[in-house]
T-cell receptor, first 115, second 115 residues
Framework: GESVGLHLPTLSVQEGDNSIINCAYS??????FIWYKQESGKGPQFIID?????DKRQGQRVTVLLNKTVKHLSLQIAATQPGDSAVYFC??????????????FGKGTKLSVIP | NAGVMQNPRHLVRRRGQEARLRCSPM?????VYWYRQLPEEGLKFMVY????????ESGMPKERFSAEFPKEGPSILRIQQVVRGDSAAYFC?????????????FGPGTRLTVL
């Protein structure tokens, strides 16, 4: 079954507010996590990543937090804008045992920004 | 610097026909991954290839599906005798020739519709 999942399937936020999207993973051997943004009709777009030896990483308006104790990952978007409306996926990169590091995706959270 | 290219963007086939999906990785990338996405779902890993080698095909159906990444030219995902259940978006991702845990960058996808 899936080892990566999301707590909330949909999230609506007011423009200018902060957004928090959560993700749970079950494979404690995973050592690399990525957040992707997917707009309708497009491919996943890399947002930010984090390795398991870190617990926080910041980008432009985005922050990823990793809590290995409870196997939880979150994406924080500051000052959410209408252009942030999309489906957000967390993905786990782990060794499949065949020399391959495939990505395992959660189902996604749809973020809707209210103007 | 062109990103991952996929073509066609949309493909319509009748049941029993063959579908050929093409992927050109980013310049300098030698790792290619194929994923399938059903509506309202996350992406599911299918196959991982390097030039002229299939490294991991654990996510690919045993029958009707095949993939290649020749020395010259794009990677090809081939689906023979398509059925309606093959209708999905197929995404290709690439990563550079270093550690396999490097970020995977996705193309725009090919949307396959089987009539």
């Amino acid at each position: 079954g899936e080892s990566v999942g999301l707590h909330l399937p949909t999230l609506s936020v007011q423009e200018g507010d902060n957004s928090i999207i959560n993700c749970a993973y079950s494979n404690s051997a995973s050592d690399y996590f990525i957040w992707y943004k997917q707009e309708s009709g497009k491919g996943p777009q890399f947002i930010i990543d984090i390795r398991s030896n870190m617990d926080k990483r910041q980008g432009q308006r985005v922050t990823v937090l990793l809590n290995k104790t409870v196997k939880h990952l979150s994406l924080q978007i500051a000052a959410t804008q209408p252009g942030d409306s999309a489906v957000y996926f967390c993905a786990e990169n782990r060794n499949s045992g065949a020399g391959s590091y495939q990505l395992t995706f959660g189902k996604g959270t749809k973020l809707s920004v209210i103007p | 610097n062109a990103g991952v290219m996929q073509n066609p963007r949309h493909l319509v086939r009748r049941r029993g026909q063959e579908a050929r999906l093409r992927c050109s990785p980013m310049k300098g990338h030698s790792h290619v991954y194929w994923y399938r996405q059903l509506p309202e779902e996350g992406l599911k890993f299918m196959v991982y290839l390097q030039k002229e080698n299939i490294i991991d095909e654990s996510g690919m159906p045993k029958e009707r599906f095949s993939a290649e990444f020749p020395k010259e030219g794009p990677s090809i995902l081939r689906i023979q005798q398509v059925v309606r259940g093959d209708s999905a978006a197929y995404f290709c991702a690439s990563s550079p020739p270093s550690r396999s845990t490097d970020t995977q960058y996705f193309g725009p996808g090919t949307r396959l519709t089987v009539l």
